[in-house]
């Protein structure tokens, strides 16, 4: 049945052969095959046989519109675009078989007719590019690159640097150090230093089982002398910071400017 | 006299045959195609790049692997000959669809090409996965924006699609030639009245670009 | 006849030529080094592996890569003596420590000297890394040993040392005079420094040995 009713169609529409009928039989049963509306375009183009340069677009035309017609007849539903190329292709064929209107404006059928022709055999040889390109020799198929290649290995290299001032500069610097030695031989009597207090500190260390006062542990005769006084105790606890640093002693203060205590770390004996 | 003829010897570049040398170690050692400049800055001072290339070139004509030049860069890869040998080595690649093909060809062949121009080339609008998967392939990246209304991103092919394909550059393409002679490689704008005539500097081409990628575009 | 011909064709390995070809692909293009046996299988019928390897071993002598046989199996790698062009190396130009310069000044104005004296100057221990740095950069090296108690070892400075500083010998270093009068060592004078407090009994400056060289820098 619907056979018949194609056939019916296509013969009144123009006179084409048997084998392009097949053919848009079977383009309406593929219609979702097609990539758009000059794809379709193309694929009855190619029907005509001939060199897509001398292509009838008036034809091509005719044979688009026969074909959107048996697609409505088989309710197929189409998409927007296969009909606005039908509505154009059918304004082409009217400004084709028509004289122009006198102060039409726009290009004429010619124009437009002869851009079509063009998009389709752009498509053609895109397609045909794109199929020759395909068939080329293709990486990790025909031809390899290296196995096993080989990364450049990124070394840091440090170059140091030091001028002849930088040199000067740290000897003045060791130099002056020297030069003040006699001033702290002139005052060590008045002068605890820190290593003296950790000797003192490690000392007394495991018999300070309970929280006791900083004082405590400050030399003998610290309180006769004021300047020995500041000095045994800033070094007193900076040498207790080190040990509580070492988690060899515990610290602590109730409030601002009360009494450090220290003791022995729990659970420490050495 | 001693002294002049010490930092000579010093700074002078080793002799061609052992610059090739050098140069066939680097292209052996890379995988991807490496340019003039990179082998140059890897090899002592005043090695002539160019030179040895093109002996290297020619002393591996008919061997099993072949010096091949890809875009601006070199690389060595095996004879094409010879691939039915590499079985084992052979990448399974993703069929490609039809429009993912076309795709490509089209900004092969037209590059730099916006995607209006692709869409108005096949006729259909390109899906954003299309292009997607060709810039995921490496074979296409964004181009400079086309200097016109909407200033649309375009895009061209990279240095692996040449190298994917063989191909020394995009001049070299199949019937390139012939397609430029018979003008089917023209821009010819459509007379007006067409459909899909309009829609370039479609407002969506912004979607496509990162912010990286732009300031390339305008080096 | 024509049959026999035409079977024998078709079972007859390539010319030897050409199985180097493709055993030379094969080795180029396989992610991992192969067995002969590998490599056999890969090729047409009848080619004789150990030969090919041979003789493409031969060809690749002296060239930039080198076929090389790692455990049983063979492979393509770098000619050994330009591992080098493998290498990519960034200088990072670092200032010296306080510690490695101070060092350094006390061993270039007091040289020789021992690490004993470079401590009692500095009023710190020297660290081992900072003397081995120092070594490592060919600045100082090792001098005769003193013949004192314990024959410690003594440092110098190197050829490399004056030819970095711009120096003829260590003598032209500016003494300490001159430090002094360049504003370069600080002027202050010392508060209650008595002359001749200095040295005066202290045991760690028994580790002193003012030697002639001493003397001279100084004077």
């Known amino acids: ?270 | 006299m001693v002294e002049q003829k010490l930092t000579e010897t010093l700074f002078q570049a080793p002799p061609m045959a052992e610059q090739e040398r050098m140069v066939e170690a680097i292209l052996f050692a890379s995988a991807e195609p490496l340019g003039k400049k990179e082998i140059e800055e890897r090899l002592p001072h005043g090695c002539d790049v160019a030179e040895a290339l093109v002996s290297l070139r020619k002393r591996y004509e008919g061997r099993g692997v072949a010096v091949v030049k890809v875009g601006d860069n070199w690389a060595i890869r095996t004879a094409p000959d010879l691939g039915f040998l590499m079985q084992k080595e052979r990448v399974e690649t993703r069929k490609l669809s039809r429009a993912a093909i076309e795709t490509l060809a089209i900004i092969a062949y037209h590059q730099p090409t916006t995607r209006a121009e692709i869409e108005e080339i096949r006729g259909v609008s390109v899906s954003r996965g299309t292009i997607d998967l060709l810039l995921e392939l490496d074979w296409i990246k964004f181009g400079r924006r086309r200097m016109t209304p909407g200033r649309p991103v375009t895009f061209i092919v990279t240095q692996e699609f040449l190298d994917h394909f063989g191909l020394e550059s995009a001049r070299d393409l199949p019937g390139v030639k012939e397609l430029r002679d018979s003008g089917l490689l023209d821009n010819r704008p459509a007379p007006g009245m067409m459909p899909g005539a309009e829609g370039e500097g479609d407002a969506d081409d912004d979607d496509y670009v990162d912010d990286d990628e732009q300031e390339d575009m305008f080096e």
């Open chain 1, 1 to 270: 049945m619907p056979d018949d009713s194609i056939s019916d169609m296509f013969d009144t529409a123009s006179n084409i052969s048997i084998e392009d009928r097949r053919l848009q039989e079977s383009l309406v049963v593929d219609v979702a095959g097609f990539e758009g509306p000059l794809d379709l375009l193309l694929t009855l183009a190619r029907s005509q046989k001939v060199d897509m340069r001398r292509i009838s677009v008036l034809e091509l035309a005719e044979q688009y519109l026969g074909f959107v017609e048996v697609a409505k007849q088989l309710r197929i539903e189409l998409a927007a675009d296969y009909l606005v190329m039908a509505a154009w292709l059918a304004f082409l064929k009217s400004r084709l078989l028509l004289p122009p209107e006198p102060g039409e404006e726009g290009p004429s059928g010619e124009e437009l007719a002869a851009h079509l022709a063009f998009q389709l055999e752009r498509l053609e040889a895109m397609r045909r590019s794109a199929a020759r390109l395909m068939g080329r020799d293709q990486k990790g198929r025909d031809f390899f690159a290296r196995g096993i290649p080989e990364d450049v290995e990124h070394k840091r290299k440090i170059k140091y640097t030091a001028t002849i001032l930088d040199l000067m500069q740290a000897y003045a610097r060791t130099r002056t150090k020297d030069q003040f030695k006699p001033l702290h031989l002139s005052r060590r009597d008045a002068v605890y230093t820190m290593e003296q207090a950790l000797e003192r500190m490690k000392s007394l260390i495991g018999h300070a089982i309970e929280w006791g006062t900083l004082q405590q542990f400050l030399p003998e005769g610290w309180q006769n002398d004021a300047k020995f006084r500041r000095s045994a105790t800033a070094s007193t606890f900076a040498a207790s910071l080190e040990l509580v640093k070492a988690g060899k002693m515990e610290i602590r203060q109730s409030e601002m400017f009360a009494p450090i205590e220290l003791r022995r770390k729990v659970g420490d004996h050495g």
